[in-house]
């Protein structure tokens, strides 16, 4: 960008907006650099992306959620994945309880009773949007106490260039210049690295976002403080609402059991089920137990009952699997291993791993579903014990998973807001963003501590794989304790997953390959196997000699590489003067033109 | 990211009868690389667009 604000840079207003299929959220970053995610009128900061229109008048949030068992047909609910899209290429099921979208022209309409005295009219999806970002604006806009005319908004990763030029007109009816879209788990991420105990490292990040109708994963290297997504997983069929139906059919039978009538083949008893059960789902993210109420549930009987937690997980298991699968795929997609999602184990031989400070590995667990505890739990034991689950119940300074698309947005909103419009997207154009990645790791060849008191050399990782160009990096190594001369080998390196066999026990009678597929117990009767990473150097880049370095002394090496791949490195014992500094030359471009 | 990373391991020693004119040796150039979208987001990648669009050096950049 630019030195400063340009000479005639509009007067920006700006927050952040996170706009889901089931939720929506708010969040503005004040002049002290907090993000804080903003409360409609009626106190919500998750609020339902649904409109319904009663005697003409227009409901929004939770309220207008409410509407979905009075007044199903007039109320417009899980739209957001329908924008920009052609009619023929949705899934209208989210909205079988809802208005169902209809063709209008290529595009997706409602056709819904939105003004008093009239017959229905089709409204497109286009304009739903404006009118639920128009709610937003000003429910920002009232708490703010100024008019908000600009913002940042999510989108998924693979939201196509229609989708987004859709939401961005959508936008633009609403009086919302969209200074930027960005992808939902890269302002998730943002939400927790903008914390101020955080500090720059290089880091993998898992970033599964778990909502009501889709989830998504996606993997992200985080290098010098940018971001590079490396794979993503998608699934349109898995989210909250499947959870829901599992509350929903066990109360519904149990209601059967008493009153021989299924309360789901009654519309507004399942609704009723639909809105109380996904309550009690939220209940049991907190409480071991949680109760379910509903007036007339169907043939005017009332009915309450109670689940326990224990009951809920045991019956959601297949579908707490489906999610854990979805995650394992992304990690598969990129390449790599759950291991991989792990503090970087360097030494091979080192009977205890040394671990890099500065480098780390997270799970951010976001989206509304990513409450439930179970499947914190479940993540947990898939990764290494040392992978950080960002969830709320198992991390004590978690953020609220609903909260961190929205707090992103907010964030990367204040950074920009004092930019010129064109200044922003000459920044964002791939003459910018595309940029050459390391497809190695760059590291030096260390002692690895033995328990035979014996040293072996082995490799370890300076500059992580995936790094973009340029970059540069600084690290201090030991010298033995007698001094003298030493060799600094930089080379890169690639890692491998090393499977230690169990010495294998005589085998007991097998049932003859049977298994049993549905058994809800993760019990691993396979004998476990132990595996590791191991670094191992794959090819020579240098070698320098440092003379005489005191013992007890460091040496510093800087790696310096370049776009083109030239590298500089210096080396030199600290405290002396000198040192060793040499160029080594980027490669011969190929014949495919890369470099 | 210019502070020193320290890391508590050893360099190996000198192997015997090894030479090099100027202390150092070249053996190789890096592997190609990947070419990759970095997200256009966060306080980092605006320095990096500074940097890019104005066709600066990170030491350029410190001053
Ligand atoms: N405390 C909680 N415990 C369990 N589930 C919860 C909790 N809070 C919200 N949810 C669930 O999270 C889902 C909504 O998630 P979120 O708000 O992230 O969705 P979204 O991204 O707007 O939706 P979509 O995935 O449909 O695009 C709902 O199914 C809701 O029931
Ligand atoms: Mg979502």
């Known amino acids: ?595 | 990211m210019a502070t020193a990373e320290v890391i508590p391991l050893t360099l190996p020693p000198l192997p015997e009868g090894w030479n090099a004119e100027k202390d150092f040796k070249i053996l190789g150039t890096l592997s190609n690389a990947t070419q990759r979208n970095i997200e256009p987001v966060g306080p980092h990648f605006l320095a990096h667009a500074r940097r890019k669009r104005h066709r600066r050096t990170f030491s350029e950049d410190e001053r």
């Open chain 1, 1 to 595: 960008m630019s030195e400063g604000p340009a000479v005639n840079a509009a007067e920006w207003f700006a927050i952040g907006i996170s706009f889901g299929n089931s939720n929506s959220s708010i969040a503005y970053t004040g002049p002290d650099g907090k993000a804080e995610v903003i409360a409609n009128e009626e106190g919500d900061r998750q609020i339902p992306s649904i409109l319904s229109y009663v005697d003409g008048e227009e409901f929004h949030g939770t309220q207008a959620k409410l509407q979905l068992i009075r007044n199903p047909r007039d109320t417009v609910a899980y739209f957001r994945d329908y924008l920009g899209k052609d009619y023929t290429s949705i899934d209208p099921t989210p909205c079988h309880q809802s208005a169902h979208p209809q063709q209008s022209d290529s595009a997706v309409a409602f056709s819904i009773h939105d003004a008093n005295d009239e017959g229905p009219s089709s409204i497109t999806v286009s304009e739903i949007t404006t009118r639920h970002l128009r709610r937003l604006k000003q429910s920002a806009s009232d708490f703010l106490g100024k008019a908000v005319n600009a913002a940042v908004i999510t989108v998924p990763t693979n939201s196509s260039a229609a989708q987004r030029g859709a939401l961005i007109s959508s936008a633009k009816r609403a009086g919302i210049e969209v200074l930027q879209l960005v992808h939902e788990p890269v302002a998730e991420l943002m939400a927790y690295d903008a914390r101020p105990e955080t500090v720059v490292v290089d880091k993998l990040v898992v970033v599964a976002d778990l909502g009501g109708t889709r989830s998504d994963a996606s993997v992200i290297a985080s290098r010098g403080g940018m971001y590079t997504i490396l794979a993503t997983a998608h699934d349109y069929e898995l989210g909250g609402a499947n959870l829901d139906q599992i509350i929903i059919d066990h109360f519904a039978k149990e209601f059967m059991k008493k009153h021989q009538i299924d309360p789901r083949e009654n519309e507004r008893g399942l609704a009723k089920l639909k809105l109380e059960g996904e309550a009690t789902k939220k209940a049991l993210s907190l409480g071991t137990n949680a109760t379910l109420n509903i007036e007339s549930l169907t043939n005017g009987i009332d009915f309450s009952s109670t689940i326990n937690r224990t009951r809920y997980e045991l019956l959601a298991g297949k579908v707490f699997s489906q999610f854990t699968n979805l995650i394992e795929q992304a990690v598969k997609k990129a390449g790599l291993d759950v291991l991989d999602i792990n503090e970087v184990c360097g030494l091979s031989q080192a009977v205890h791993c040394y671990t890099r400070k500065t480098h780390e590995s997270q799970v951010i667990l976001s989206g509304g579903s990513s409450h439930t505890p179970k499947l914190a739990s479940r993540l947990q034991s898939i990764f290494p014990v040392t992978t950080k689950i960002l969830a709320p119940s198992t991390f004590p300074t978690a953020l609220n998973p609903s909260d961190l698309a929205a707090r992103g947005a907010a964030i990367q909103a204040s950074l920009i807001q004092e930019f010129d419009k064109e200044d922003i997207e000459q920044s964002i154009h791939p003459m910018v963003t595309v940029t050459p990645h390391l497809s190695n790791a760059i590291g030096v060849r260390l002692l690895s501590p033995s328990v035979l008191g014996e040293s072996s050399p082995d490799f370890q990782p300076l500059i992580d794989v995936e790094t973009a160009l340029p970059a540069r990096r600084v690290t201090q190594y030991r010298v033995s304790n007698t001094g003298g001369d030493v060799l600094v080998r930089v080379c890169e390196g690639v890692r491998e997953i090393k499977t230690i066999k169990p010495i294998p026990k005589p085998k007991e009678d097998t049932n003859g390959g049977e298994t049993d597929a549905d058994s809800e117990l993760e019990s691993d009767e396979e004998e476990e196997e132990i595996r590791q990473i191991v670094w191992n150097e794959s090819r020579p880049i240098a070698e320098i000699a440092l003379k005489d370095v005191k013992s007890g002394s460091k040496v510093e090496v800087v790696v310096n590489i370049n776009s083109d791949l030239g590298l500089q490195v210096t080396a030199r014992a600290i405290g002396s003067r000198g040192g060793v500094r040499f160029a080594v030359d980027a490669p011969n471009v190929t014949s495919d033109g890369s470099i």
